[in-house]
């Protein structure tokens, strides 16, 4: 007897694209396990797909390799829908180079089943509780709108699941960032990619992956274009300033933080607060030392600062950079 294998994705998604940026991302949220992982395409400088329901592979590969050639989303979106003699029972979102957007919703597909588009970015759901879910995250992604890419999407997803979401419940959600060049020492266009495959609340855990993966993977490339891009060191103030008031475990993330707040003499009440923190997580670490001074010199506590740099320097005696900075501060 042959297996049938029906791949059947009732989820609610967003595809979208920050001009800003140059990147284009899909979210999905879903009752299914491991829905991600057929819903959400994306290629830097080419366009995002979300295809779903009963969902067809080549809307991703197919509907990618169309876009690149340049065709614009709603010609993609008639071209993969026009021959599939399962169209009734398809739902599709693209969002092309250009900001494009487009969606398809097969009249077979079980309600609440819609879609809702707008500038640079295509909203759809089926099997969901009501209209209200894709209201709901169109209302969320438009009220971020000065954030990254990747969390826009999120609060989208959030915003359709506090709306109701999927009618069947809830088992994985996962988001895609693509940005040219932005994958582990440029080898990839992957900026952010994160998945929950199978856990009863999967937007919550969702939500913390994403918090550290941006402050580990995004902020350097943030910080490696500030010079030339005021939108990157937008996003990476914007990083900085989620680290100051939602805190980390992590002594060097908080370092990090502390450090590029204090050497722009930025929220300094708070980079010494961080600094503290690394401290107290890391007493014995100089460079982590050397941060709470320099964010206490520039918060006008000198005698704080000298106090951080002499025990800097016990714990590295050689090192010519802390001796200048225990002069500088003395001075």
């Known amino acids: 007897m042959a297996l049938l294998i029906i791949s059947l994705f009732s989820t609610f998604s967003i595809a979208a694209y920050d001009a800003d940026a140059g990147e284009w991302g899909v979210a999905v949220a879903s009752c299914v396990p491991f829905a991600y992982h057929s819903v959400a395409w994306a290629e830097a400088g080419v366009g995002a797909v979300a295809t779903q329901s009963w969902t067809n592979h080549f809307y991703g590969t197919d509907g990618l390799a169309l876009l690149g050639s340049g065709l614009t989303a709603d010609s993609v979106v008639f071209l993969l829908t026009?021959?599939?003699?399962?169209?009734?029972?398809?739902?599709?979102?693209?969002?092309?180079?250009?900001?494009?957007?487009?969606?398809?919703?097969?009249?077979?597909?079980?309600?609440?089943?819609?879609?809702?588009?707008?500038d640079g970015y295509t909203i759809q759901g089926n099997i969901l509780t009501g209209p209200e879910v894709v209201t709901a995250m169109e209302e969320a992604f438009l009220e971020t709108e000065s954030y990254p890419l990747a969390e826009r999407l999120y609060a989208s997803l959030v915003a359709g699941e506090a709306a109701g979401g999927d009618s069947r419940g809830r088992q994985s959600a996962g988001i895609l960032v693509v940005r040219e060049g932005s994958g582990h020492d440029g080898a990839t266009d992957r900026f952010v990619e994160l998945v929950v495959n199978d856990n009863p609340d999967p937007l919550v855990v969702l939500g913390a992956h994403l918090y550290t993966w941006e402050l580990y993977n995004c902020f350097p490339v943030y910080a490696s274009e500030m010079e030339e891009d005021p939108i990157s060191e937008q996003r990476m103030i914007h990083l900085l300033q989620r680290l100051a008031y939602e805190g980390s475990d992590n002594p060097q993330l908080l370092n990090l933080g502390a450090w590029e707040l204090a050497i722009r003499d930025l929220m300094l009440d708070e980079a010494v607060e961080m600094a503290l923190k690394a401290v107290e997580l890391a007493p014995e670490d100089f460079n982590i030392r050397d941060t709470l001074a320099e964010a206490l010199f520039r918060n006008g506590d000198t005698e704080g600062a000298v106090e951080q740099a002499l025990v800097a320097l016990e714990l590295d005696p050689e090192n010519i950079y802390l001796q200048e900075q225990l002069e500088r501060f003395s001075n």
């Not at 900001?99 to 819609?114: H, L, P, R």
Request: charged share 20%; with cysteine; proline share 0%.
């Open 82 to 118: 026009a021959g599939d003699s399962l169209r009734d029972q398809r739902q599709l979102g693209i969002v092309d180079r250009y900001g494009n957007t487009a969606s398809f919703t097969g009249e077979g597909c079980a309600d609440w089943a819609g879609s809702i588009q707008g």
